[in-house]
Protein backbone atom coordinates (compact mmCIF):
# COMPACT_ATOMS: atom_id res chain seq x y z
CA UNK A 1 0.00 0.00 0.00
CA UNK A 2 3.00 2.70 0.75
CA UNK A 3 4.60 1.42 -2.19
CA UNK A 4 1.27 2.64 -4.51
CA UNK A 5 0.97 5.76 -2.70
CA UNK A 6 4.62 6.32 -3.26
CA UNK A 7 5.01 6.09 -7.15
CA UNK A 8 1.16 7.93 -7.85
CA UNK A 9 2.80 10.80 -5.45
CA UNK A 10 5.88 10.58 -8.05
CA UNK A 11 3.26 10.61 -11.39
CA UNK A 12 1.76 13.32 -9.85
CA UNK A 13 4.74 15.74 -9.32
CA UNK A 14 5.87 14.96 -13.16
CA UNK A 15 2.25 15.66 -14.15
CA UNK A 16 3.40 18.61 -16.20
CA UNK A 17 6.49 17.92 -17.59
CA UNK A 18 8.21 19.54 -14.27
CA UNK A 19 9.73 16.92 -12.02
CA UNK A 20 9.28 18.20 -8.70
CA UNK A 21 11.05 16.76 -5.03
CA UNK A 22 8.63 14.55 -3.77
CA UNK A 23 7.13 15.09 -0.46
CA UNK A 24 8.44 12.90 2.38
CA UNK A 25 6.50 12.73 5.21
CA UNK A 26 5.60 15.65 7.38
CA UNK A 27 8.02 18.48 8.98
CA UNK A 28 7.63 20.35 11.76
CA UNK A 29 7.58 24.16 11.58
CA UNK A 30 7.65 23.80 7.83
CA UNK A 31 7.06 27.26 5.68
CA UNK A 32 6.47 27.27 1.89
CA UNK A 33 8.65 29.98 0.36
CA UNK A 34 7.55 31.87 -2.65
CA UNK A 35 8.82 34.62 -5.16
CA UNK A 36 7.30 37.69 -4.27
CA UNK A 37 9.22 40.04 -6.79
CA UNK A 38 7.61 39.64 -10.35
CA UNK A 39 9.24 41.11 -12.81
CA UNK A 40 6.75 42.83 -15.16
CA UNK A 41 8.98 42.97 -18.29
CA UNK A 42 8.77 39.23 -18.40
CA UNK A 43 4.99 38.48 -16.97
CA UNK A 44 2.70 40.12 -19.71
CA UNK A 45 -0.94 40.52 -20.14
CA UNK A 46 -1.63 39.44 -23.97
CA UNK A 47 -4.93 42.19 -25.00
CA UNK A 48 -7.64 40.62 -27.01
CA UNK A 49 -7.05 37.18 -26.16
CA UNK A 50 -9.42 35.71 -24.02
CA UNK A 51 -8.66 34.16 -20.57
CA UNK A 52 -8.71 30.65 -19.78
CA UNK A 53 -12.11 29.80 -18.08
CA UNK A 54 -11.40 26.72 -17.80
CA UNK A 55 -8.57 23.89 -17.30
CA UNK A 56 -9.06 22.02 -20.59
CA UNK A 57 -6.39 22.80 -23.22
CA UNK A 58 -8.17 21.58 -25.98
CA UNK A 59 -11.45 23.96 -25.91
CA UNK A 60 -9.02 26.36 -24.81
CA UNK A 61 -7.47 25.98 -29.11
CA UNK A 62 -10.35 25.79 -29.99
CA UNK A 63 -12.11 28.73 -28.79
CA UNK A 64 -9.00 30.96 -30.25
CA UNK A 65 -9.50 29.03 -33.86
CA UNK A 66 -12.64 30.56 -33.71
CA UNK A 67 -11.63 33.99 -32.52
CA UNK A 68 -8.75 33.94 -35.38
CA UNK A 69 -11.46 32.57 -38.06
CA UNK A 70 -14.10 34.84 -37.08
CA UNK A 71 -11.70 38.06 -37.10
CA UNK A 72 -9.97 36.84 -41.00
CA UNK A 73 -13.79 36.52 -41.92
CA UNK A 74 -14.13 40.35 -41.14
CA UNK A 75 -11.21 41.66 -42.89
CA UNK A 76 -12.50 39.86 -45.75
CA UNK A 77 -16.13 41.33 -45.43
CA UNK A 78 -13.90 44.66 -44.90
CA UNK A 79 -12.01 44.33 -48.57
CA UNK A 80 -15.61 43.44 -50.18
CA UNK A 81 -17.54 46.70 -48.73
CA UNK A 82 -14.79 48.89 -49.71
CA UNK A 83 -14.15 47.34 -53.27
CA UNK A 84 -18.11 47.91 -53.74
CA UNK A 85 -17.74 51.64 -52.46
CA UNK A 86 -14.90 52.15 -54.82
CA UNK A 87 -17.19 50.28 -57.67
CA UNK A 88 -20.38 52.38 -57.02
CA UNK A 89 -18.36 55.50 -56.75
CA UNK A 90 -17.07 54.47 -60.02
CA UNK A 91 -19.99 53.74 -61.45
CA UNK A 92 -22.09 56.99 -60.39
CA UNK A 93 -19.07 59.24 -62.28
CA UNK A 94 -20.23 57.49 -65.21
CA UNK A 95 -23.50 57.63 -65.23
CA UNK A 96 -22.91 61.75 -64.57
CA UNK A 97 -21.21 61.77 -67.69
CA UNK A 98 -23.20 59.88 -69.52
CA UNK A 99 -26.19 62.19 -68.87
CA UNK A 100 -23.99 65.03 -69.56
CA UNK A 101 -23.07 63.09 -73.26
CA UNK A 102 -26.98 62.72 -73.90
CA UNK A 103 -27.84 66.71 -73.01
CA UNK A 104 -25.30 67.36 -75.33
CA UNK A 105 -26.55 65.15 -78.32
CA UNK A 106 -29.85 65.69 -77.25
CA UNK A 107 -29.57 70.01 -77.96
CA UNK A 108 -27.28 68.82 -81.41
CA UNK A 109 -30.23 67.08 -82.75
CA UNK A 110 -32.80 68.76 -82.17
CA UNK A 111 -30.58 71.64 -84.13
CA UNK A 112 -30.22 69.28 -86.68
CA UNK A 113 -34.33 68.37 -86.73
CA UNK A 114 -34.83 72.29 -86.60
CA UNK A 115 -32.77 73.50 -89.63
CA UNK A 116 -33.18 70.42 -92.16
CA UNK A 117 -37.00 70.42 -91.45
CA UNK A 118 -37.85 71.97 -94.70
CA UNK A 119 -35.05 69.74 -96.75
CA UNK A 120 -37.29 66.68 -95.33
CA UNK A 121 -40.63 67.58 -96.19
CA UNK A 122 -40.11 68.14 -99.79
CA UNK A 123 -38.35 64.65 -99.74
CA UNK A 124 -41.16 62.85 -98.20
CA UNK A 125 -43.53 65.02 -100.60
CA UNK A 126 -41.40 63.15 -103.85
CA UNK A 127 -41.12 59.83 -101.87
CA UNK A 128 -45.50 59.68 -101.64
CA UNK A 129 -45.28 60.36 -105.26
CA UNK A 130 -42.86 58.12 -106.67
CA UNK A 131 -45.43 55.42 -104.61
CA UNK A 132 -48.28 56.27 -106.44
CA UNK A 133 -46.41 56.34 -109.66
CA UNK A 134 -45.36 53.20 -108.77
CA UNK A 135 -48.61 51.71 -107.65
CA UNK A 136 -50.10 52.59 -111.22
CA UNK A 137 -47.53 51.10 -113.01
CA UNK A 138 -47.52 48.26 -110.80
CA UNK A 139 -51.20 47.89 -111.54
CA UNK A 140 -50.60 48.17 -115.60
CA UNK A 141 -48.27 45.83 -115.50
CA UNK A 142 -50.66 43.02 -113.95
CA UNK A 143 -53.39 43.92 -116.40
CA UNK A 144 -50.82 43.70 -119.20
CA UNK A 145 -49.31 40.60 -118.03
CA UNK A 146 -53.04 39.08 -117.42
CA UNK A 147 -53.60 39.79 -121.00
CA UNK A 148 -50.46 38.10 -122.18
CA UNK A 149 -51.90 35.24 -120.40
CA UNK A 150 -54.82 34.87 -121.84
CA UNK A 151 -53.28 35.05 -125.32
CA UNK A 152 -50.70 32.51 -124.64
CA UNK A 153 -53.58 29.97 -123.41
CA UNK A 154 -55.46 31.05 -126.43
CA UNK A 155 -52.31 30.43 -128.20
CA UNK A 156 -51.39 26.80 -126.85
CA UNK A 157 -55.26 25.65 -127.35
CA UNK A 158 -55.31 26.63 -130.92
CA UNK A 159 -51.75 24.43 -131.11
CA UNK A 160 -53.12 21.83 -129.29
CA UNK A 161 -56.61 21.69 -131.38
CA UNK A 162 -54.55 21.52 -134.43
CA UNK A 163 -52.09 18.83 -133.47
CA UNK A 164 -54.91 16.80 -132.36
CA UNK A 165 -56.34 17.12 -135.74
CA UNK A 166 -53.10 16.27 -136.96
CA UNK A 167 -53.21 13.03 -135.08
CA UNK A 168 -56.82 12.35 -136.10
CA UNK A 169 -55.67 12.64 -140.07
CA UNK A 170 -52.22 10.08 -139.40
CA UNK A 171 -55.24 7.92 -137.67
CA UNK A 172 -57.14 8.41 -140.67
CA UNK A 173 -54.29 7.66 -143.35
CA UNK A 174 -53.05 4.65 -141.28
CA UNK A 175 -56.46 2.65 -141.76
CA UNK A 176 -56.65 4.00 -145.27
CA UNK A 177 -55.77 1.24 -148.27
CA UNK A 178 -51.87 1.08 -148.89
CA UNK A 179 -52.38 1.68 -152.83
CA UNK A 180 -54.24 5.11 -152.20
CA UNK A 181 -51.38 6.19 -149.79
CA UNK A 182 -49.03 4.92 -152.45
CA UNK A 183 -50.83 6.87 -154.83
CA UNK A 184 -50.51 10.34 -152.65
CA UNK A 185 -47.18 9.60 -151.39
CA UNK A 186 -48.44 9.64 -147.56
CA UNK A 187 -45.41 9.56 -145.30
CA UNK A 188 -46.81 7.91 -142.02
CA UNK A 189 -43.36 8.50 -140.39
CA UNK A 190 -43.20 12.08 -140.19
CA UNK A 191 -43.85 13.66 -137.24
CA UNK A 192 -45.36 17.16 -136.65
CA UNK A 193 -43.82 19.51 -134.29
CA UNK A 194 -45.43 22.09 -131.80
CA UNK A 195 -46.10 25.33 -133.95
CA UNK A 196 -46.22 27.41 -130.98
CA UNK A 197 -43.01 26.91 -128.46
CA UNK A 198 -44.05 28.71 -125.40
CA UNK A 199 -41.68 28.46 -122.19
CA UNK A 200 -42.80 29.22 -118.52
CA UNK A 201 -41.07 32.96 -118.65
CA UNK A 202 -44.57 34.75 -120.20
CA UNK A 203 -42.38 37.84 -121.44
CA UNK A 204 -40.48 35.85 -123.73
CA UNK A 205 -41.16 37.37 -127.08
CA UNK A 206 -43.13 35.04 -129.93
CA UNK A 207 -41.47 34.70 -133.13
CA UNK A 208 -44.27 35.34 -135.29
CA UNK A 209 -42.49 34.58 -138.48
CA UNK A 210 -41.73 31.50 -137.77
CA UNK A 211 -45.32 30.63 -136.90
CA UNK A 212 -46.49 31.82 -140.12
CA UNK A 213 -43.90 30.21 -141.81
CA UNK A 214 -45.59 26.83 -140.11
CA UNK A 215 -48.80 27.62 -140.44
CA UNK A 216 -48.36 28.19 -144.29
CA UNK A 217 -46.42 25.36 -144.56
CA UNK A 218 -49.16 23.11 -143.39
CA UNK A 219 -51.24 21.07 -146.52
CA UNK A 220 -54.65 20.66 -147.00
CA UNK A 221 -56.65 18.08 -145.66
CA UNK A 222 -56.18 14.99 -148.00
CA UNK A 223 -58.46 12.23 -146.72
CA UNK A 224 -59.30 8.62 -148.48
CA UNK A 225 -62.92 8.55 -146.41
CA UNK A 226 -65.57 10.92 -147.39
CA UNK A 227 -68.59 9.77 -145.45
CA UNK A 228 -69.07 8.79 -142.09
CA UNK A 229 -70.57 5.28 -143.29
CA UNK A 230 -67.10 4.47 -144.21
CA UNK A 231 -65.22 5.13 -141.25
CA UNK A 232 -68.15 2.95 -139.50
CA UNK A 233 -67.63 0.23 -141.79
CA UNK A 234 -63.81 0.23 -141.53
CA UNK A 235 -64.20 0.68 -137.85
CA UNK A 236 -66.89 -2.83 -137.96
CA UNK A 237 -64.00 -4.21 -139.88
CA UNK A 238 -60.98 -3.52 -137.23
CA UNK A 239 -63.23 -4.56 -134.55
CA UNK A 240 -63.60 -7.54 -136.28
CA UNK A 241 -59.43 -7.81 -136.97
CA UNK A 242 -58.98 -6.91 -133.39
CA UNK A 243 -61.58 -9.48 -131.79
CA UNK A 244 -59.13 -12.07 -134.38
CA UNK A 245 -55.96 -10.84 -132.74
CA UNK A 246 -57.09 -11.24 -129.63
CA UNK A 247 -57.94 -15.12 -130.33
CA UNK A 248 -54.86 -15.47 -131.32
CA UNK A 249 -53.35 -13.93 -128.58
CA UNK A 250 -55.26 -15.91 -126.14
CA UNK A 251 -54.24 -19.35 -128.29
CA UNK A 252 -50.46 -18.15 -127.93
CA UNK A 253 -50.74 -17.39 -124.59
CA UNK A 254 -52.35 -21.23 -123.88
CA UNK A 255 -49.24 -22.19 -126.12
CA UNK A 256 -46.87 -20.58 -124.53
CA UNK A 257 -48.06 -21.32 -120.76
CA UNK A 258 -48.07 -24.77 -121.96
CA UNK A 259 -44.65 -24.27 -123.04
CA UNK A 260 -43.51 -22.60 -119.75
CA UNK A 261 -45.09 -25.81 -117.62
CA UNK A 262 -43.40 -27.81 -120.15
CA UNK A 263 -39.99 -26.22 -119.67
CA UNK A 264 -40.66 -25.55 -115.96
CA UNK A 265 -41.06 -29.82 -115.70
CA UNK A 266 -37.87 -30.49 -118.34
CA UNK A 267 -35.90 -28.22 -116.12
CA UNK A 268 -36.84 -29.85 -113.20
CA UNK A 269 -36.16 -33.29 -114.56
CA UNK A 270 -32.50 -31.93 -115.79
CA UNK A 271 -32.07 -30.78 -112.19
CA UNK A 272 -32.68 -34.30 -110.84
CA UNK A 273 -30.95 -36.05 -113.32
CA UNK A 274 -27.90 -33.81 -112.88
CA UNK A 275 -28.86 -34.57 -108.96
CA UNK A 276 -28.44 -38.24 -109.55
CA UNK A 277 -25.76 -37.62 -112.05
CA UNK A 278 -23.92 -36.22 -109.04
CA UNK A 279 -24.55 -38.82 -106.55
CA UNK A 280 -23.38 -41.70 -109.26
CA UNK A 281 -19.95 -39.34 -109.58
CA UNK A 282 -19.40 -38.69 -106.08
CA UNK A 283 -20.11 -42.34 -105.67
CA UNK A 284 -17.26 -43.47 -107.85
CA UNK A 285 -15.16 -40.96 -106.64
CA UNK A 286 -16.03 -42.38 -103.16
CA UNK A 287 -15.11 -45.77 -104.47
CA UNK A 288 -12.20 -44.96 -106.81
CA UNK A 289 -10.93 -43.13 -103.13
CA UNK A 290 -11.76 -46.76 -101.55
CA UNK A 291 -9.97 -48.53 -104.34
CA UNK A 292 -6.91 -46.74 -103.84
CA UNK A 293 -6.56 -47.21 -100.14
CA UNK A 294 -7.56 -50.75 -100.56
CA UNK A 295 -4.41 -50.81 -103.24
CA UNK A 296 -2.15 -49.35 -100.55
CA UNK A 297 -3.62 -51.26 -97.71
CA UNK A 298 -2.66 -54.61 -100.11
CA UNK A 299 0.64 -53.14 -101.65
CA UNK A 300 1.53 -53.08 -98.26
CA UNK A 301 0.62 -56.59 -97.04
CA UNK A 302 1.96 -57.85 -100.16
CA UNK A 303 5.53 -56.44 -99.10
CA UNK A 304 5.08 -57.10 -95.81
CA UNK A 305 4.41 -61.19 -96.87
CA UNK A 306 7.16 -60.83 -98.89
CA UNK A 307 10.02 -59.82 -96.56
CA UNK A 308 8.50 -62.17 -93.65
CA UNK A 309 7.35 -65.29 -96.28
CA UNK A 310 9.20 -64.99 -99.36
CA UNK A 311 11.53 -66.91 -97.23
CA UNK A 312 9.98 -69.94 -96.09
CA UNK A 313 7.45 -70.09 -99.38
CA UNK A 314 11.01 -70.45 -101.22
CA UNK A 315 13.96 -72.33 -99.54
CA UNK A 316 12.23 -73.52 -96.09
CA UNK A 317 12.45 -77.33 -95.48
CA UNK A 318 8.65 -78.11 -95.97
CA UNK A 319 8.56 -76.29 -99.55
CA UNK A 320 11.84 -78.47 -100.70
CA UNK A 321 10.22 -81.80 -99.64
CA UNK A 322 6.68 -80.86 -101.12
CA UNK A 323 9.03 -80.15 -104.29
CA UNK A 324 10.65 -83.14 -104.42
CA UNK A 325 7.43 -85.46 -103.35
CA UNK A 326 5.79 -83.35 -106.47
CA UNK A 327 8.99 -83.97 -108.58
CA UNK A 328 8.54 -87.95 -107.87
CA UNK A 329 5.38 -88.30 -108.59
CA UNK A 330 5.76 -86.37 -112.19
CA UNK A 331 8.53 -88.55 -112.47
CA UNK A 332 6.65 -91.63 -112.07
CA UNK A 333 3.45 -90.80 -113.97
CA UNK A 334 4.53 -88.53 -116.43
CA UNK A 335 8.34 -88.28 -117.32
CA UNK A 336 11.50 -86.96 -116.15
CA UNK A 337 11.84 -83.02 -115.68
CA UNK A 338 14.01 -82.36 -117.85
CA UNK A 339 12.83 -78.67 -118.35
CA UNK A 340 13.08 -78.16 -114.79
CA UNK A 341 9.04 -77.07 -114.70
CA UNK A 342 7.70 -75.13 -111.63
CA UNK A 343 6.45 -77.01 -108.57
CA UNK A 344 2.54 -75.77 -109.40
CA UNK A 345 3.16 -76.26 -112.97
CA UNK A 346 4.00 -80.01 -112.37
CA UNK A 347 1.05 -80.63 -109.43
CA UNK A 348 -1.57 -79.36 -112.77
CA UNK A 349 0.16 -82.13 -114.42
CA UNK A 350 -0.05 -85.37 -112.19
CA UNK A 351 -3.44 -83.57 -111.12
CA UNK A 352 -4.94 -83.90 -114.43
CA UNK A 353 -3.19 -87.40 -114.95
CA UNK A 354 -4.78 -88.19 -111.94
CA UNK A 355 -8.06 -87.47 -113.39
CA UNK A 356 -7.39 -89.25 -116.75
CA UNK A 357 -6.22 -92.26 -114.49
CA UNK A 358 -9.57 -91.84 -112.31
CA UNK A 359 -12.14 -91.82 -115.34
CA UNK A 360 -9.87 -95.06 -116.68
CA UNK A 361 -10.74 -96.92 -113.56
CA UNK A 362 -13.38 -96.17 -113.06
CA UNK A 363 -14.21 -98.31 -116.50
CA UNK A 364 -12.84 -101.11 -114.93
CA UNK A 365 -14.00 -104.14 -113.24
CA UNK A 366 -13.81 -103.38 -109.41
CA UNK A 367 -12.31 -106.78 -108.78
CA UNK A 368 -9.72 -106.01 -111.19
CA UNK A 369 -9.25 -102.99 -109.82
CA UNK A 370 -9.24 -104.78 -105.87
CA UNK A 371 -6.61 -107.23 -107.27
CA UNK A 372 -4.49 -104.59 -108.40
CA UNK A 373 -5.16 -102.31 -105.23
CA UNK A 374 -3.26 -105.84 -103.63
CA UNK A 375 -0.76 -105.72 -105.61
CA UNK A 376 0.33 -102.86 -105.44
CA UNK A 377 -0.18 -102.76 -101.43
CA UNK A 378 1.79 -105.82 -101.68
CA UNK A 379 4.52 -104.35 -103.60
CA UNK A 380 4.53 -101.22 -101.31
CA UNK A 381 5.11 -103.38 -98.30
CA UNK A 382 7.90 -104.89 -99.64
CA UNK A 383 9.19 -101.95 -100.99
CA UNK A 384 8.81 -100.50 -97.20
CA UNK A 385 10.71 -103.54 -95.82
CA UNK A 386 13.37 -103.45 -98.59
CA UNK A 387 13.66 -99.87 -97.26
CA UNK A 388 13.74 -100.56 -93.77
CA UNK A 389 16.55 -102.94 -94.71
CA UNK A 390 18.38 -100.25 -96.79
CA UNK A 391 18.01 -98.10 -93.89
CA UNK A 392 19.60 -100.40 -91.54
CA UNK A 393 22.15 -101.05 -93.88
CA UNK A 394 23.05 -97.34 -94.52
CA UNK A 395 23.20 -96.95 -90.42
CA UNK A 396 25.95 -99.61 -89.98
CA UNK A 397 27.86 -98.32 -93.20
CA UNK A 398 27.95 -94.90 -91.95
CA UNK A 399 29.34 -96.51 -88.55
CA UNK A 400 31.84 -98.17 -89.90
CA UNK A 401 32.87 -95.52 -91.85
CA UNK A 402 33.06 -93.42 -89.07
CA UNK A 403 35.37 -95.81 -86.86
CA UNK A 404 37.58 -96.41 -89.74
CA UNK A 405 37.71 -92.70 -90.19
CA UNK A 406 38.55 -92.63 -85.97
CA UNK A 407 41.14 -95.47 -86.40
CA UNK A 408 43.29 -93.40 -88.94
CA UNK A 409 43.55 -90.57 -87.07
CA UNK A 410 46.67 -90.62 -85.02
CA UNK A 411 46.61 -90.68 -81.03
CA UNK A 412 46.22 -87.88 -78.83
CA UNK A 413 47.60 -88.43 -75.38
CA UNK A 414 45.50 -86.28 -72.36
CA UNK A 415 47.01 -85.39 -69.59
CA UNK A 416 44.63 -86.35 -66.62
Known amino acids: MDRNQKQRKNRSASKFGIKLPPIEGKVENFKVKTVMDIDPDFFTLVDGRSIRPNKSLS ?13 TLRGYTEDE ?31 FLADNNNVTINIMRKSDGLARDLANKTEEHRKITFEMTNLKSKLQYVDETIMILLSFERFLHRISPGKWQKDNNVDLAIQQKPIFTIGSNIFQQLNTDSIKEQLNALQPPRLYFETPEQLTEIFS ?103 DQSTLSMILSVESEYNNLMLELSTVHPKIVKAVEKETFENDAKQLQKAKISHDLLKNVDKISRRLKASYEPYEKHDY
Not at 63 to 70: G, Q, T, V
Not at 88 to 102: G, Q
Open 237 to 339: VLETQNLEYLLKAEEMRVLLLKFLRALDRFKENLKHELDFVQEKVKDVEELILWNVQRESELKKMFYKILEEKIRYLVSSKAVLELHNHVEYAYEQLISKNDT
Open 81 to 111: ILRIDRQNKAETEIHERAVIHFEEYKTSFDK
Open 59 to 71: VYKGNIRDLMLKR
